[in-house]
């Protein structure tokens, strides 16, 4: 398989993210304030993705994440946490309603063979919105409505 130049090309955005992730989890010790966790694995490449949120009034005011993925996944999940937080918060409804593909455009794009990368943050945030709702029973569910976001497989690669 022969890749081209251009099938690597990371914007600055995603550089930034990289060197600099928002929201990561330093502090084991900050874990007791948040009610929803979620992890979970990426099977195309076996990467783990942890992600922690705080839930206040059905909206997520706070979250950390930690993560054994690449550069990708971690340049995804910093700005997915950005997206979750940026504006105080955000409803859980609206929340769910982020894809791969709106984290990837506020990222001003991904390495088409690292798309599978921008779902890892998005699927442990659903994941975590499921523990919460589980551990919340006194709330309205929302959860049938959550489903896991799958990554838009890649197109052929160029030979
Ligand atoms: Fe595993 Fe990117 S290669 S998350």
Request: charge should be positive; proline fraction near 3%.
């Amino acid at each position: 398989m022969k890749m081209e130049g251009q099938d690597w090309f990371y914007s600055k955005k995603v550089k930034e993210h990289f060197l600099k992730p928002k929201n990561i989890l330093k502090n084991e010790k900050e874990i007791k304030k948040f009610n929803g966790y979620g992890k979970v694995g990426n099977m195309k490449c076996g990467d783990i993705m942890e992600m922690w949120i705080k839930v206040e009034n059905e909206k997520i005011i706070d979250c950390k994440w930690k993560t054994f993925g690449c550069a990708s996944a971690i340049a995804s999940t910093s700005m997915l946490s950005v997206m979750l937080t940026e504006k105080k918060g955000i409803k859980l409804t609206d929340a769910l309603k982020i894809t791969g593909n709106d984290i990837m455009k506020r990222l001003g794009g991904l390495p088409q063979i690292k798309i599978h990368c921008s779902v890892l943050g998005d699927q442990a945030l659903r994941e975590a919105i499921k523990n919460y709702e589980k551990n919340n029973s006194t709330i309205p569910k929302i959860d049938k409505k959550i489903k896991l976001n799958k990554p838009k497989l890649e197109t052929k690669l160029k030979k």
